[in-house]
């Protein structure tokens, strides 16, 4: 999961929010701000996901799109075949 945008209080709580609501784990999380643009790679387990990975990115995008943030979310198996030399 990525999230890019502008800085305010909150981003990382209000993800995550999500993420236990619909039992998922965060394994890693890496974030930092550059002036005032915030980025967020954040590596999760949806082994015990309650709900389909496609509803789970859509209501990640809802919350991007309330916050003006681009929320991208991806399986881990399209990443490896995206990066794959």
Known sequence: ITVVGRDMEGIIARVSGILYNRHVNILDISQTVLSDMFAMV??????KLSIDFTALSRELDELGVS???????????IFNSMHRI
Do not use: N, Y
């Open 42 to 47: 954040l590596l999760a387990d949806i082994s």
């Open 67 to 77: 916050l003006g943030l681009k929320i991208h979310t991806m399986q881990e198996d």
